[in-house]
């Protein structure tokens, strides 16, 4: 971004909002590596709950990713190569979480599955399962929350791939599971890739659906987000730690896909 009368010379009206927008963005996350406790942040986060909130958090996000590989990934093959009434129906339902706020996703999975929910009250009457306020209820929310975000790259990857690849191993006698195992996957690698690490990014810094469904029991149901919600208010110097990682783990995840996956993802 250069200023000046070249071609490629930014306008004095554009550059002045511009140079505004990126102060707004950047000043916050000044502001808390600046005030960061760089000389106690490895004992703060050798702290139990800390620790604790870090251990529940890196786990549950991880299980949220792979139940979002193993479900959305054959959804998005179903929306993205077969044609039946109400797709585009189903279509907005699958990507709503991503618009829908948190908290309303939390409050509808706690109607749904919680003690007095349409399906978990029959959890609870029949197989003695109570699902809300426990470590499965994180892994729900997280999953909930960020399994369209794999959806959605995983359907335009396959919508953009080369199904004459397909077409051809299904003529030399190729089944259709080994067609999508041996071919269609290799060609939607990148993007899988990519949907993953956006999943996994996505969960781990879940919060309103999280302490809807699952409550703030440390070691139990706190996560890294709902820990430094409370920390603000007791412990300032731990939520300071605990935003630093959630900040570093979101700009390598940022860099990664712009280095790696995400090239790759939009030039199929």
Do not use: H, K
Not at 18 to 26: I, N
């Amino acid at each position: 971004m250069t200023r000046g009368g070249g071609p490629r010379s930014v306008p004095a009206p554009l550059f002045v909002p511009a140079l505004v927008a990126v102060a707004f963005l950047v000043l916050p996350l000044v502001g808390l590596i600046v005030r960061a406790p760089w000389g106690q942040l490895w004992p703060i986060l050798r702290g139990s709950d800390v620790s604790q909130a870090l251990r529940l958090s890196l786990w549950t996000s991880t299980a949220a990713t792979g139940i979002s590989l193993l479900i959305g990934v054959p959804l998005a093959w179903v929306l993205a190569r077969t044609v039946f009434p109400g797709q585009r129906l189903l279509r907005a339902l699958v990507t709503l979480p991503l618009v829908l706020p948190p908290v309303v996703g939390g409050v509808a999975l706690l109607l749904a599955f919680g003690r007095n929910g349409f399906v978990g009250r029959y959890l609870d009457s029949w197989f003695g399962v109570t699902i809300p306020f426990s470590p499965v209820a994180v892994v729900m929310a997280e999953t909930f929350v960020a399994m369209p975000f794999l959806i959605v790259a995983v359907e335009g990857a396959l919508r953009s791939a080369d199904q004459g690849l397909e077409a051809a191993a299904a003529t030399l006698g190729a089944s259709r599971m080994t067609v999508f195992r041996r071919v269609t996957m290799p060609l939607i690698a990148p993007s899988l890739g990519a949907g993953a690490v956006l999943c996994w990014a996505r969960a781990l810094g879940e919060f309103g659906a999280t302490i809807t469904f699952a409550g703030s029991f440390p070691g139990r149901t706190e996560t890294m987000p709902i820990a430094v919600y409370y920390a603000l208010e007791t412990n300032p110097d731990a939520a300071i730690a605990l935003s630093l990682v959630l900040l570093l783990v979101s700009v390598v995840v940022l860099v990664t896909l712009r280095d790696r996956w995400l090239r790759g993802g939009l030039s199929q």
